[in-house]
């Protein structure tokens, strides 16, 4: 009796620990291109330095993105499930979201309205990744 009491307290407590982020864990949020620009514009998002990720666009010009994540508390979901993603500055940046039927929607076009810089925030199950993104000429 006492081994499955014990036993019962050990599963409790690896269940418990399992939905918990180990320590300095960083989930995996990336914006990711599906069109790129037109001649002589620009279109460019970079995911290749963790602590600063940008976005470049040139006004006038859209950018289809997709999103991934992934993390360990997220398993028998999409972790995209119920992405949103933000300006801080909508004078600056548009943020649409791409409508499809039946499937769930992770895509999103980011258009440069104004020249400026403002930051992107795309949050997801995971957590939440910021973009420092420049619209120019």
């Given amino acids: 009796?006492?081994?499955?009491?014990?036993?019962?307290?050990?599963?409790?407590?690896?269940?418990?620990?399992?939905?918990?982020?180990?320590?300095?864990?960083?989930?995996?949020?990336?914006?990711?291109?599906?069109?790129?620009?037109?001649?002589?514009?620009?279109?460019?998002?970079?995911?290749?330095?963790?602590?600063?990720?940008?976005?470049?666009?040139?006004?006038?010009?859209?950018?289809?993105?997709?999103?991934?994540?992934?993390?360990?508390?997220?398993?028998t979901t999409d972790a995209c499930e119920g992405v949103t993603v933000t300006a801080d500055h909508d004078e600056v940046l548009r943020v649409d979201e791409i409508y499809s039927a039946g499937a769930s929607s992770h895509r999103f076009v980011l258009s440069g309205t104004a020249v400026g810089t403002t930051n992107v925030t795309v949050t997801t199950l995971c957590g939440s990744r910021k973009y420092l993104t420049t619209v120019s000429e």
């Fill in 1 to 75: 009796m006492k081994t499955t009491h014990g036993l019962l307290a050990l599963a409790t407590i690896l269940l418990f620990l399992t939905g918990c982020p180990s320590e300095g864990y960083d989930p995996q949020i990336s914006l990711y291109p599906l069109t790129g620009a037109p001649p002589t514009k620009v279109a460019q998002l970079d995911n290749s330095h963790e602590t600063l990720r940008t976005i470049n666009l040139s006004a006038g010009v859209s950018l289809g993105v997709s999103c991934y994540s992934y993390c360990e508390e997220v398993t």
